[in-house]
T-cell receptor
């Protein structure tokens, strides 16, 4: 089955700085890569996703890049704000089974 | 439109007891999933369903059973609870890929925190 690895496990940045979280996957058949944000005690919520036929996608301060050859994808958050503090999960799927990374705890210091 | 709901929100069991977690969605989604979330391990898929009357095993199915008798409901059962099943359980649902442009997006329920003593 698919194996998704996520790094780093914790990330601390100053407000206004950029944050980058990286994930790798093993199954070349995976074709959809969502990113979820989970605040403490809450459910995961989709923040951005990318499909295998696209190399980059941007939505305001967040962007995702995908390198199919190297089997890795990354989440980029620019101009970080304290409300960006949460746990972020990447995932990969090739149809209906989702495999999640172990999560990155992002702390944005004011 | 309530989205995805889960019952109960919290539960404490003794080892060997049984219970059923209920997930309900009102978005007419075809696919439904059960995950468990443990500290430092992300979300792991227990079982999933691609339609009414169908179920399939995920990454960590041992000790759990599921049923999807109605399209809107997905039940997760623990026949004989063990302390290793202490976790937060999330249900999720998504559209069929044939009917929606956002076909892969998963919508999560609020979670059930289960403690097995």
């Amino acid at each position: 089955g698919e194996n998704v690895e996520q790094h780093p496990s914790t990330l601390s940045v100053q407000e206004g700085d950029s944050a980058v979280i990286k994930c790798t996957y093993s199954d070349s058949a995976s074709n959809y890569f969502p990113w979820y944000k989970q605040e403490l005690g809450k459910r995961p919520q989709l923040i951005i996703d990318i499909r295998s036929n696209v190399g980059e996608k941007k939505d305001q301060r967040i962007a995702v890049t995908l390198n199919k050859t190297a089997k890795h994808f990354s989440l980029h958050i620019t101009e970080t704000q304290p409300e960006d503090s949460a746990v972020y999960f990447c995932a990969a799927t090739n149809f209906n089974k989702f495999y999640f990374g172990s999560g990155t705890k992002l702390n944005v210091k004011p | 439109n309530a989205g995805v709901t889960q019952t109960p929100k919290f539960r404490v069991l003794k080892t060997g007891q049984s219970m059923t977690l209920l997930c309900a969605q009102d978005m007419n989604h075809e696919y439904m999933y059960w995950y468990r979330q443990d500290p430092g391990m992300g979300l792991r898929l227990i079982h999933y369903s691609v339609g009414e009357g169908t179920t399939a095993k995920g990454e960590v199915p041992d000790g759990y059973n599921v049923s999807r008798l109605k399209k809107q409901n997905f039940l997760l059962g623990l026949e004989s609870a063990a302390p290793s099943q202490t976790s937060v359980y999330f249900c999720a649902s998504s559209y069929s890929p044939l009917t929606s442009k956002s076909y892969n997006e998963q919508f999560f329920g609020p979670g059930t925190r289960l403690t097995v003593l």
